[in-house]
């Protein structure tokens, strides 16, 4: 992670898990954790679920392995009959939108934010699953 927020958000979700609701993906290469991704029930609007910390490593990016996580989230999805997901990113991260868009994720709202300590454009993405 790379700051405390994310870090202590993590430990949030894995404190509050609910198997039947919640799930969490990693992608592992050796004893290092190179990839993940989320799905957040104490964040649902209704029938809406957040996706959250999508992260790829630089080496495992073009591999297939983002692919694999995002298709594996959204069944997850699914079949706890979530009717949307959707997820907050920020401008610049091309890869990742990439990745998004390919899987029928929709942008629908930005707005100025502060990450990390700099301005960015935050984005919000859409998945319609029904």
Request: charged content about 25%; aromatic content about 12%; hydrophobic content about 35%.
């Amino acid at each position: 992670m790379k700051d405390k927020y994310s870090a202590t958000e993590l430990a949030a979700l894995l404190s509050r898990y609910d198997e039947r609701k919640d799930d969490f993906w990693t992608a592992p290469v050796g004893r290092r954790i190179e990839g993940s991704i989320t799905i957040d029930a104490a964040h649902t609007l209704r029938e809406w679920v957040h996706s959250r910390w999508f992260i790829m490593s630089d080496g495992l990016r073009g591999q297939g392995v983002g692919n694999q996580l995002m298709n594996t989230a959204i069944g997850f999805c699914r079949s706890c009959g979530y009717s949307r997901v959707y997820l907050w990113t920020f401008e610049g991260l091309n890869p990742a939108r990439h990745l998004y868009e390919k899987n029928g994720f929709r942008l629908v709202k930005q707005h100025k934010g502060n990450q990390w300590g700099r301005e960015v454009n935050e984005q919000r993405f859409d998945l319609v699953l029904r």
